[in-house]
């Protein structure tokens, strides 16, 4: 099984940076992602990992250590429309998805 | 471009009741989940198929089934709904299932059921 560990909340100021942490524990493993999902929405993709690093796509940056089971999203330069639920996903050594309950991050103005 | 479609959008349905959630992607992809989303529990796993004419069980699959008869459609049906299957329910899908292939979801269905 999966165990996949996130922050419930958290809350940020528009224009600062926030680090969003995940550990995991799983039975294999074949890489993580990042989905946001804004209230009532479906999931939508942000980011992959496979291999230990970080790997930067415009605002939003990934990392991964696989050695410790830990990944984190870093949300830069946060407008008031990143307000969402994070998801921090593991695919399994079955190439299955096990997801994290998720963080809302709350942006204020 | 459609992507993925889910019906109904929502539904209230009463206990024992069968009822089966619609899922359609136009995008050829051949693999395809269930999901279901509780309030502090993320996402579970229900069933998958990973192609065409096969399924599998997911992390929570009692109570529901699901068929893949060709490569667009994916229902999942509720054979005798139960108040504890109140969720809103997310169809996936994926181009494969090995190395880099993203899920992308459709717009979900909110199931209450009394």
């Known amino acids: 099984g999966q165990n996949i560990d996130q922050p419930t909340e958290m809350t940020a100021t528009e224009g600062a940076i926030v680090q969003i942490n995940c550990t995991y524990q799983?039975?294999?493993?074949?890489?993580l992602f990042w989905y946001q999902q804004h209230a009532g929405e479906a999931p939508t993709f942000l980011s992959y990992?496979?291999?230990?690093g970080l790997e930067e796509k415009g605002r939003f940056s990934s990392f991964l250590s696989r050695s410790k089971g830990y990944s984190y999203l870093l949300l830069k330069e946060l407008q008031m429309k990143d307000s969402a639920s994070y998801l921090c996903?593991?695919?399994?050594?079955?190439?299955?998805?096990?997801f994290g309950a998720g963080t809302t991050v709350t942006v204020r103005a | 471009i459609a992507g993925i479609t889910q019906a109904p959008t929502s539904q209230i349905l009463a206990a024992g009741r069968r009822m089966t959630l619609r899922c359609t992607q136009d995008m050829r992809h051949n693999a395809m989940y269930w999901y279901r989303q509780d309030l502090g529990l993320g996402l579970r796993l229900i069933h998958y198929s990973n192609t065409a004419g096969t399924t599998g069980k997911g992390e929570v699959p009692d109570g529901y089934s699901v068929s893949r008869a060709n490569t667009d459609d994916f229902p999942l049906t509720l054979a005798s709904a139960v108040p504890s299957q109140t969720s809103v329910y997310f169809c996936a899908s994926s181009p494969g299932t090995s190395e880099y292939n993203e899920q992308f979801f459709g717009p979900g269905t909110r199931l209450t059921v009394l």
């Open positions: 799983t039975s294999g493993f074949n890489g």
């Open positions: 990992n496979v291999l230990d």
């Open positions: 996903a593991v695919r399994d050594g079955d190439y299955k998805l096990s």
